[in-house]
């Protein structure tokens, strides 16, 4: 969900905003009903719904809804589509999504099925994605998106575009997702969302000259003042970190015959490239002086790739997560046949990270079922977790990624309807539509605590098997070092040995912009990514 206001098309004018359009029938839908007068009760709720007293029309409308009135069908499903839109207007957005998901899944039944969608559209600007409003989108055919295709409502037809592309994406249908994405106008606010997606979905099926167009037309949208995305440094350096994971992933080929591997030095270039237009003070930096290290190990750059390494073990960065960075410590040093550092990597990774492998999974033990795991994370982010120090800030930093936060917004959203509920007069809180509107919370916040209890659950135990691979990949290092001492190294590992001892990529070259100052043991923040260490090759000492 990408919550932004839309211009005309927001909350406070939604009300001028109640359009009705024309929904063109596609193969055999079952017949709506007929109208027929309609009972006085339903007639006063139109008539105080106009005046835009939604809450005493709101009731009016239920007592239809639930049959109290005897109305013929096609007014009770007006009252159903007049409700949904009160409910909206009352703010109780859950309620109004329970309503127009049951129109929705009526479909060409419903009178009201095709007017529905944009209501859709707006509370999609108002609940996060978890509420699942994009399934429901995906419940119409693209053809039926046309009718918004005009000048009035080009903001909607491009948010509904949008909309459609996420679900087909979900659904794995991704030439249609990106069919969908490629047609949101360039002055849409959902453009960069689109083609951040579109990228994406081209990764998937794993084509990287258009998912590397699309990356890029997202940082050019923004340096030309794109309007409609919350953050634009985030999502610019999201496009950086997504080029260069392509390039470094174009670089890095594999003969599928012989197993043998080339890297495509250009594209390597650019992926670092991409990584260093990434700032200091960006949430990625981290990330992208990392991932940076295996490509400058890739191109012999060894001085740089362990200059990046020394910075994240700053103590700037005493939170930060990075246990693969020994890993690749130890490589570079066993490439260079130093092995005596090679086995202090190692050391230094289980002296480090056995512990936490440990408590992680000693911690993980402690929750049944996905109620406690979301108790859990709510104590995590509060700092109230009864964490110890050696894994309180792992586990914070992998519990924070924002698909997990929207889920948290969500089940607080939910919340905050249900105190609004508390507040209201009682003629309103205690009729049948009052409870009708507690148990519409009830069941969604539920459901969405269990959901995000499971999503946490899941990064965590996405975070123990990650780890887990780590410690794999300490034991392969660990075993290729004892064959080496034992003089049975692979013939591969031997030319790997034999070209780092012809590298200069072993050797700290300065220029003439540069100065090289030894490290005393003090960290400076202004020398934060601008580390190198020398490392000498001792292969066929």
Not at 233 to 248: E, F, K, T
Not at 451 to 469: F, K
Request: charged residues 20%; proline residues 3%; glycine residues 6%.
């Amino acid at each position: 969900m990408v919550a932004m206001a839309l211009g005309a098309w927001s909350a406070t004018t939604a009300h001028a905003q109640d359009m009705v359009f024309n929904v063109e029938e596609t193969g055999q839908p079952p017949a709506p009903p007929a109208e027929g007068p309609p009972s006085e009760a339903l007639a006063n709720a139109l008539r105080l719904y106009q005046q835009e007293r939604y809450m005493e029309a709101s009731v009016q409308f239920q007592r239809v809804v639930e049959g109290e009135t005897q109305d013929a069908p096609a007014n009770v499903q007006k009252a159903q589509f007049f409700l949904g839109k009160a409910l909206y207007h009352l703010r109780f957005y859950q309620s109004a999504l329970a309503i127009f998901d049951e129109i929705t899944q009526q479909g060409q039944g419903h009178n009201y099925f095709g007017q529905t969608l944009q209501w859709l559209a707006q509370l999609a600007t108002q609940l996060p994605e978890p509420a699942g409003i994009i399934e429901k989108v995906g419940r119409y055919g693209t053809d039926q998106l046309e009718q918004f295709n005009t000048a009035e409502s080009s903001g909607l037809y491009n948010q509904l575009i949008y909309l459609m592309g996420r679900f087909k994406y979900s659904q794995g249908e991704f030439e249609e997702a990106i069919r969908l994405f490629q047609q949101v106008d360039r002055q849409s606010d959902y453009y960069v969302y689109a083609r951040f997606f579109e990228g994406i979905a081209h990764v998937r099926t794993r084509r990287a000259q258009p998912a590397i167009q699309a990356f890029r037309a997202i940082v050019d949208a923004i340096e030309e003042g794109v309007t409609g995305v919350e953050d634009t440094s985030r999502m610019r350096d999201l496009a950086w970190l997504s080029l260069a994971r392509v390039y470094y992933t174009a670089a890095n080929r594999t003969n599928a015959e012989t197993g043998e591997r080339t890297i495509d030095g250009t594209l390597l270039g650019n992926a670092v490239i991409a990584w260093n237009e990434i700032g200091t003070g960006s949430e990625y930096w981290l990330d992208a002086l990392f991932e940076e290290s295996w490509a400058f190990f890739l191109a012999d750059e060894y001085s740089r790739a362990m200059g990046n390494i020394h910075t994240l073990f700053s103590p700037y960065f005493d939170d930060a997560y990075y246990p693969e960075a020994l890993v690749l410590k130890a490589v570079i040093f066993f490439s260079a046949c130093q092995v005596d550092n090679a086995e202090a990597m190692i050391f230094q990774f289980h002296e480090r990270y056995d512990p936490v492998q440990a408590e992680l999974q000693s911690t993980l033990g402690q929750f049944e079922d996905n109620q406690q795991f979301f108790d859990f994370l709510q104590r995590v982010r509060a700092g109230e977790a009864n964490l110890s120090p050696r894994i309180r800030g792992v586990v914070s930093s992998a519990l924070s990624d924002r698909t997990l936060l929207r889920h948290v917004e969500y089940v607080r959203l939910l919340e905050a309807e249900e105190a609004r509920l508390n507040q209201a007069p009682s003629e309103f809180k205690d009729s049948s539509l009052g409870s009708r509107i507690l148990q519409d919370i009830f069941v969604a916040k539920s459901f969405a605590i269990d959901q995000t209890g499971d999503l946490a659950r899941g990064r965590y135990n996405r975070l123990i098997d990650d780890l887990n691979e780590l410690m794999n990949q300490v034991d392969t290092v660990e075993l290729e070092i004892a064959t080496f001492q034992r003089g049975q190294l692979s013939q591969e590992m031997q030319e790997q040995q034999t070209q780092v001892a012809r590298s200069g990529g072993l050797n700290v070259e300065v220029d003439e912009e540069h100065q090289m100052w030894p490290f005393d043991g003090e960290y400076w923040r202004d020398e934060l990514g601008f580390y190198r260490q020398q490392v000498t090759s001792q292969c066929g000492r």
